[in-house]
């Protein structure tokens, strides 16, 4: 067990629908990263928060946003999706920005959009 | 366009044999290259990492070994073992950081 807590493990949706993913990081840890992974894309860097503050934004659709609050949990928004957005989205957290600290990933969510 | 190239696809090697991934990048801007392993229905877990200043790592039955000239870098499975099937993913990232660009991912089954 990684530490890292994702909510749902599967969400089934249709197309044009949002959804809301959750991680709640390690204890202590700081950065939160989200990532995709999927059959044709393999897994992409989608957006990196620190301490509540956007760090980083790599592949992320502009359908996509994703926050980080005070007690250091982050949600990742999808809206309209589409069928190219069925995914395994993780979440990864670790202790600071980067400084080859390790990151530890969450069993990530099964998104299915149909 | 694929930052990190991973080769091969899929691996099968016998008990006790060698397994070797291969990994290429091309930005001279990364400096933390790890070494993620992936079982079914789990996150990626590290493995193994190492940093351009060295040119091979070591932990028990994994190698990573780096060639900075080449822009190159390799894992090595010592004495394979079934419980090693996964998923091995290389990885880069720029500023020691956690933004990583994965490799495609390569599927090892060991056979017993």
């Known amino acids: 067990d990684s530490g890292v807590t994702q909510t749902p493990k599967h969400l089934i949706t249709a197309t044009g629908q949002r959804v809301t993913l959750r991680c709640s990081p390690r204890s202590g840890d700081l950065s939160v990263y989200w990532y995709q992974q999927s059959l044709d894309q393999g897994l992409q860097f989608l957006i990196h928060?620190?301490?509540?503050?956007?760090?980083a934004k790599g592949n992320i659709l502009e359908r996509f946003s994703a926050q980080q609050f005070p007690d250091l949990h982050s949600e990742l928004n999808l809206s309209s999706l589409e069928l190219g957005d069925s995914a395994l989205y993780f979440c990864a957290s670790s202790s600071r920005q980067g400084a080859s600290t390790e990151a530890f990933f969450g069993q990530g969510t099964r998104l299915t959009v149909v | 366009q694929q930052q990190v190239k991973q080769s091969p696809q899929s691996l099968i090697v016998q008990k006790g044999g060698i397994s070797i991934i291969n990994c290429a990048y091309e930005n001279t801007a990364f400096d933390y290259f790890p070494w993620y392993q992936q079982f079914p229905g789990k996150g990626p877990a590290l493995l193994i990492a190492?940093?351009?200043?060295?040119s091979e790592k070591k932990e028990g039955r994994f190698t990573i070994s780096f060639n900075k000239s080449a822009k190159q870098f390799s894992l090595h499975i010592m004495d394979s073992q079934p419980g090693d099937s996964a998923t091995y993913f290389c990885a880069a990232s720029k500023n020691l950081g956690n933004q990583f660009y994965f490799g495609t991912g390569t599927s090892l089954t060991v056979i017993p």
């Open positions: 928060y620190y301490n509540g503050e956007e760090r």
């Open positions: 190492i940093r351009p200043d060295v």
